[in-house]
């Protein structure tokens, strides 16, 4: 099986946290842009990435903590192993061990989707019904967009 060449968004990926959902997207757009990249840009969309994902998941930790998310340490756990690959394959990629950072960022099209749909699934409905006394509403199309 090859590795992927690009990770376009799709609304599947929507949630119904209009702020989660845009972090989402940009989450896609950085992930895209390392699968996508020549090999002289990897490395700084591999830094790219790493700085998207300590803000990303620093907004979800703030999130499930001000709102005493019953599953904070599950989800803070699942994006510390994350950032942390990120962290050990960077100084790799920058010794030009790009086949790793090629394979870290084919690892996270693998990872993301199943994130989403049971992690910060349950993060959103939580903060919508904290907010708005509801389950999200979220209106998807059935296309797959590239930008």
């Known amino acids: 099986m090859s590795e992927p060449t690009g990770m ?22 950085v992930v895209d842009a390392m699968l996508s990249c020549d090999d002289a840009d990897f490395p700084a969309r591999l830094r790219a990435f790493i700085e ?17 998310f019953p599953a904070t340490d599950c989800h803070v756990d699942d994006h510390e192993a ?11 990629v920058l010794e030009g061990n790009l086949e790793i950072g090629r394979s870290f960022a084919a690892e996270l099209v693998k990872w993301f989707p199943g994130h989403a749909d049971y ?8 903060l919508v019904k904290k907010k708005a006394g509801g389950k999200p509403v979220v209106l998807r199309r059935n296309v797959t967009l590239a930008e």
Do not use: C, I
Request: hydrophobic residues 40%; glycine residues 4%.
């Open 8 to 29: 376009p968004w799709t609304d599947n990926y929507l949630l119904g946290y209009t702020p989660m959902d845009d972090t989402h997207r940009e989450f896609v757009e």
């Open 52 to 68: 998207h994902a300590e803000k990303h998941f620093a907004d979800e930790k703030a999130w499930m903590q001000a709102s005493d």
């Open 82 to 92: 994350v950032l942390g690959s990120a962290h050990e394959v960077e100084p790799l």
């Open 119 to 126: 992690l910060d699934s349950a993060l959103a409905h939580w």
